[in-house]
């Protein structure tokens, strides 16, 4: 997280967090908003991210993809067969259990939340299934905002991405949002991107 972050100057690695987004974080939980954070990384990376940079996000309310998790002197014993003892430290078992994506989003969520959401933001197709969850068949007030990655100054910005999101906006009956037009800053104003 203390890397520089390439193609950018004052960034570290672990800097990368929209302002707009944290803004609107802010504001959320300000106004007593329940927010969870889900990403398709893996949450045991994301969470030391989020404790850094959002601190009042609780690590429960991270949702992101998992891995199987064992006892450093565990090896290949199943977890019903081994006993965690003294001494024992946890690590990554190395089996992908979830890749939170698309239609994983979606049962994800219903798992851990147990809610359906009442606004989602994404910034890749990969979010289309979650936004669409929160958006259609809600009992209650949704909406469902996309980012498009449109500025070619301030991000590592991509137009032909972002026209197609723009135009799966206007299909799914999401808000899209421009960096380049919506959005003052990215990363804050010290950000200067190479």
């Given amino acids: 997280m203390q890397e520089e972050q390439p193609g950018f100057i004052n960034m570290k690695r672990g800097d990368i967090f929209y302002k707009p987004?944290?803004?609107?974080?802010e504001y959320l939980v300000?106004?007593?908003?329940?927010v969870y954070i889900c990403s398709?990384?893996?949450r045991l990376m994301v969470?030391?991210?989020?404790?850094?940079?959002?601190?009042?996000?609780?690590?429960?309310?991270i949702i992101g993809s998992d891995s199987t998790i064992i006892a450093?002197?565990?090896?290949?014993?199943?977890g019903l067969s081994y006993t965690f003892k003294k001494g024992d430290k946890l690590i990554l078992g190395g089996k992908n259990l979830v890749k939170n994506l698309q239609m994983n989003k979606v049962a994800v969520i219903a798992q851990e939340i147990g809610v359906q959401p009442v606004l989602a933001?994404?910034?890749t197709?990969?979010?289309a299934s979650m936004i669409n969850y929160t958006i259609y068949g809600n009992k209650y007030k949704a909406l469902g905002f996309m980012l498009m990655c449109d500025d070619l100054e301030r991000e590592y910005g991509n137009m032909q991405k972002a026209e197609k999101m723009r135009s799966n906006s206007a299909q799914y009956g999401w808000i899209p949002v421009s960096m380049r037009n919506d959005w003052k800053t990215i990363y804050g104003y010290n950000i200067i991107r190479r």
């Fill in 21 to 25: 987004m944290v803004e609107v974080v």
């Fill in 30 to 34: 300000k106004n007593k908003f329940t």
């Fill in 40 to 42: 398709g990384s893996d």
């Fill in 47 to 61: 969470r030391p991210l989020i404790e850094k940079n959002l601190p009042y996000i609780q690590p429960k309310q």
């Fill in 72 to 78: 450093n002197d565990q090896g290949n014993t199943e």
């Fill in 121 to 123: 933001f994404g910034n």
């Fill in 125 to 127: 197709f990969s979010d």
